[in-house]
Structures are given as structure tokens and as C-alpha cells.
């Protein structure tokens, strides 16, 4: 299962709650991005600036079909001396946006993609559990593992799941993959060893989906009424009412 941690950008490039607004449209055109996390001086998230936040300083003035991006304000110099006057002793606490959706570097990226599309933002600043902020991943970043060749997954199903985690003989069984969608057929001992595997190659990276329909399992386990109460039996009671 891949996780936050393996995908996500550990070099950040973040901004303190004093930096004027200036410096912080600088790094946004060096480094060519649309958001910067804002830290104290202990490296606790704060916030973030976004392109949306830098925007609305001049949202009343400019109708929306004529928006752009905020890095391309930078190919119109006197575009950016309008903002940047406005907003000249604008510091990141200002303009930053508070409530910011964060992830933890152990999160599975699945769960993380589900948060991401949920809170609509571009990014996600990656923090530990006091806070602080060790790295920030994007939608590029989350989304690149589930973009894996059909015959990767085909291998980690077969591999990693049936056979190192399941005990399971790969060749007992059929493993296809067509445009992420796994295809089983076969046969497993009970009912429970089915709904196990299922749900552990829905897990792996790049499924978008399982057809089963062809695996069958010998014993339904989840019919088998559980043994009668020993509850205050004295010790060797049991055996003789079975007498």
C-alpha cells in the first residue's frame, strides 16, 4: 500500500506569517507554484497562500472571463504592480487561508485522493502529530501511483497478495488486468478467505476495480453456527453434558 510518505515533496518551499506579500509572489513565480504553505517560527503550520488568496486582492476590479492564473500575471509586468500595490504592506497572515485540509505522511494515498477531491484544493501540506509541517503533496503527486501498467498490478496481485499474503498458489488460479480492472477465477477454501482477498486487492495501487464473479470457495464459513455457551461451566462439566 502505498502511502503519503512515498509520493509526497519533502522540500518545501514555505513562507513565515510576517513575509511580505511581495516575497511571497517571488517564490511563487521562481518556483513555478500556485500555493505556499505558512509556518511559525517552529515550523508549525499556520496556513496557506494560495493563487486564489492573491487574486482577490484585485477580484473587484477585474471581471471573471478576464481572470487568469496568478503566474501569468507575471508575463504582464504592470498587471503585478497593480496587485502588489494594493497590497503593499500585506503580510502572509493577512491574505493566508486558516482552514487548511492536512494529511499525515503515514496516510494511504487512496484515503488522501478522497480528502483532496473532497476539500477541492490543489494540494495537501503533510504534517506530523505535533503540527508541523514535512512536506506537501500534490494531486500530480497522489494520482501517479494509481496510473500503473496492467501487468505491474497483474504481478503485485499475484506476488504480493495471493501468494505472500494469502498462501495462496498463484497458479491454482486465473489473475487478469485490463485497464485496472482485476479479474479472479479459481477457487479458495471458504467464503471468509474470498471477502479477505477481495479486499485486499482492492487495496493495492492502481485497482479501479475487481470482477469475482468466477471465484468460488468450497465452504461458506459464515453459515456455521457458532458452538453452544460454556459460560459457567465448571471445568469438565462441558465434556459430560456432551455425554
Do not use: C
Amino acid at each position: 500500500m502505498t502511502l503519503v510518505s512515498d509520493v509526497m515533496t519533502t522540500d518545501v518551499v514555505s513562507v513565515e506569517e510576517d513575509t511580505p506579500f511581495k516575497e511571497i509572489a517571488r517564490l511563487m513565480h521562481e518556483h513555478r507554484i500556485s500555493g505556499v504553505p505558512v509556518v511559525d517560527e517552529g515550523g508549525h503550520l499556520q496556513g496557506i497562500v494560495s493563487e486564489a488568496d492573491v487574486l482577490a486582492m484585485e477580484e473587484d476590479k477585474v471581471e471573471p472571463k478576464h481572470r487568469r492564473s496568478f503566474l501569468e500575471w507575471f508575463i504582464d509586468p504592470r498587471r503585478l504592480s497593480e496587485i502588489e500595490a494594493r497590497a503593499e504592506d500585506a503580510r502572509a497572515k493577512d491574505i493566508m487561508t486558516s482552514a487548511v485540509v492536512t494529511v499525515h505522511s503515514d496516510t494511504p494515498i487512496k484515503r488522501a485522493i478522497t480528502r483532496l477531491l473532497d476539500a477541492g484544493v490543489k494540494r495537501l501540506p503533510v504534517v506530523d502529530e505535533d503540527g508541523k509541517l514535512v512536506g506537501i503533496v500534490s494531486r500530480t503527486d497522489l494520482m501517479s501511483p494509481l496510473l500503473r501498467p496492467d501487468e505491474e498490478i497483474e504481478r503485485e496481485v499475484k506476488e504480493d497478495v495471493i501468494l505472500r499474503s494469502m498462501w495462496i498458489d498463484p497458479t491454482m488460479m486465473v489473475v487478469e488486468v485490463e485497464e485496472g480492472v482485476v479479474r479472479l477465477e479459481g477457487r479458495v477454501e471458504s467464503r471468509s478467505v474470498k471477502e479477505i482477498l477481495l479486499d485486499m486487492v482492492r487495496r493495492v495501487d492502481g485497482v479501479v476495480g475487481v470482477d469475482a464473479d468466477l471465484l468460488e470457495y468450497e465452504v461458506d464459513d459464515r453459515d456455521v453456527e457458532p458452538p453452544p455457551s460454556q459460560a459457567g461451566l465448571r471445568w469438565g462439566e462441558n465434556w459430560a453434558r456432551r455425554e
